[in-house]
């Protein structure tokens, strides 16, 4: 790999859903082209792709063929099989590096690495059987929530233990799975800060979003968020401190709980985030575009946020309202072109700037 | 085709330039898919497009399986050739349509259209022969020039005539192809109007922008222009006018000369157009997006201005600057993933939000 990526160099992306799918985009901005690597048939990416593999993470020799064809790695979910990556770093760089993989696939490593730099969490504790659980329970007290440590996303994976009479059926949902218990935070409301950092170490972050879930499921994102001039400039620190200490290349999102006594980090995703996607309609440079020039060797852009916006997902049977909110005004529609809508998934989001 | 193109319709783009290739990125947004069909191989559309067909606007089967892909029909260029479309009109519908076309594709035919319905044009006469010639130069004068009917771009097949003795050379450049004359005309400067004109006959229209060329070639355009409000309303009125008179369907660029006494139309370019380029930056629907809502038969989108804008091509050598473009605040880059830099290429262009 050169040191800055020209003209008709290919990114290799692993995952094809949207998130790889608006970074194509992005990285079509700059003259870049991209390779899908996904299991799964006609994902959203292959629409805006150059080229795409449809293989499993365990087919070496599609792995290494796609590898071949592309001038770097990157990803756009945490949860790649360690013997791929084994596989691709041998023959590529990988972007973000296999360090920041390894700290943020597994709950329990990414919130003792966070604690070892000085980070507020929530407290915690390693629950493997029901001995271990019944001593987290005694230290953290309820309510908690145990949670596996690998592969959980959008609520899934979770179990909630309100008293310790919870803690059978809540170890029982694991299903075997090592897990970890997490203490409650008693927070006025969630905030995430997209940073990216670049190869030369320069950094960028998004003015803090605030976010709103249901159901375990991200549905906004407000810029500004409700912060003060204080603790947005600890959002943004925290974050700098996360990126720099990782040796980080490419866009994170870092989710923050706010309480009186400061701030807390929920969780990091070392890619791009669902609660940036207002960047696209809210900034010169978004956060797709951040990762790739990350990514790309190039110089980060100017993450400055010109406009008031809030992000709303479209979730499921919600596209039923797209023709409406086609006819909005100041709202810029994102469709992923996913062709079956299920409850629970994500389909789409909608910009909407304030003026 | 049903009336509104809903997630996954593709639709079919005749040419795989730049222009295909935002109006991909556009697509992609609203969750449809693009296959484009380019003779060119490797056509920067393709980075961008869900399939690409490489073959030659002469080859009936290419062009049939190609139709029978999509579900609606569009294009990049006006040039496409008669033979062609004859093709494609079996079997899909042509948005915008032939008629329009038809206009466009022949200068003598676009002025004659705009005169008819009371638009004011430069002077013209027919040019076949040299007797043609001097008839047209005592009518409407020198200077004067001298273009190609049809397939003239970027100031190709042109030949200025500043006295009758340049008549012969001008004649000769023309190579044998019908002409055209026209009188120049005394403007102070040059603007466009981007308009949309949707299914259902609603119209947008993007805030004028002000043209700035160079060896014929399109440099910067610039929102807002400099207009008083009055001939802002007549531009976009006149716009509004052209759209209506040809039943368009899709996003159409007006060039304007101002002149002291009112708005001159040099002419209409039947698709999305350079001067547009700073919809991506400067409002929430963007050109492109504004021709596939109308191709795909959707609501038009949000065509205000949010920003002042300056749009800059980058041509040729220009390429060497974007390093320190990249690094610029308030700069948003769109390179077109050319592989060969050329003198007087267009390459890519910068968008300047000025705030």
Chains 1, 2 share one sequence.
Not at 26 to 47: C, V
Not at 54 to 62: K, L, Q
Not at 243 to 248: F, R
Not at 271 to 277: A, E, I
Request: hydrophobic fraction near 40%; proline fraction near 5%; charged fraction near 25%.
């Amino acid at each position: 790999m050169t040191d800055v990526l020209q003209t008709g160099a290919v990114i290799g992306i692993l995952g094809g859903g949207q998130l790889g799918r608006m970074l194509s985009v992005a990285a079509s901005r700059l003259g870049l082209k991209t390779h899908i690597f996904e299991p799964g048939a006609n994902p959203p990416a292959a629409d805006v792709a150059h080229m795409v593999t449809t293989a499993s993470y365990e087919d070496e020799a599609a792995l290494t063929a796609f590898a071949e064809t592309v001038d770097v790695i990157t990803y756009e979910f945490e949860n790649i099989p360690t013997s791929a990556l084994d596989i691709l770093e041998k023959l590529r760089p990988i972007r973000p590096n296999r360090r920041t993989l390894a700290v943020s696939q597994d709950r329990l490593v990414e919130k003792a690495f966070l604690s070892e730099h000085g980070l507020r969490t929530a407290p915690f504790a390693a629950v493997d059987d029901e001995v271990d659980l019944a001593e987290a329970i005694a230290e953290i007290g309820t309510p908690a929530i145990l949670k596996t440590r690998r592969f959980g996303y959008d609520g899934k994976g979770q179990a909630r233990i309100m008293t310790p009479e919870d803690a059978e059926q809540a170890l029982a949902d694991m299903a075997g799975a090592p897990a970890i218990l997490e203490g409650f935070i008693d927070f006025s409301h969630e905030v995430s800060v997209i940073g990216t950092r670049g190869a030369d170490g320069e950094i960028a972050c998004f003015d803090p979003g605030e976010n709103v879930h249901r159901d375990g499921i991200l549905r906004t994102t407000t810029v500004p968020a409700n912060l003060t001039s204080a603790q947005r400039t600890d959002a943004v620190l925290l974050t700098a401190k996360i990126l720099n200490t990782l040796h980080y290349i490419g866009t994170m999102g870092v989710e923050l709980f706010v309480t009186p006594e400061g701030l807390i980090v929920n969780e990091i995703a070392p890619r791009v985030h669902n609660s940036g996607h207002w960047t696209q309609n809210g900034c010169t440079v978004d956060q797709f575009e951040q990762h790739i020039r990350a990514v790309a060797g190039w110089p980060l852009g100017d993450a400055k946020r010109h406009a008031d916006v809030q992000m709303e997902n479209l979730i499921g049977d919600d596209m039923d309202r797209v023709p409406h909110i086609a006819k909005e005004t100041n709202a810029a529609l994102h469709l992923y072109g996913k062709a079956e809508v299920k409850p629970g998934r994500k389909m789409g989001h909608v910009n909407r700037i304030k003026t």
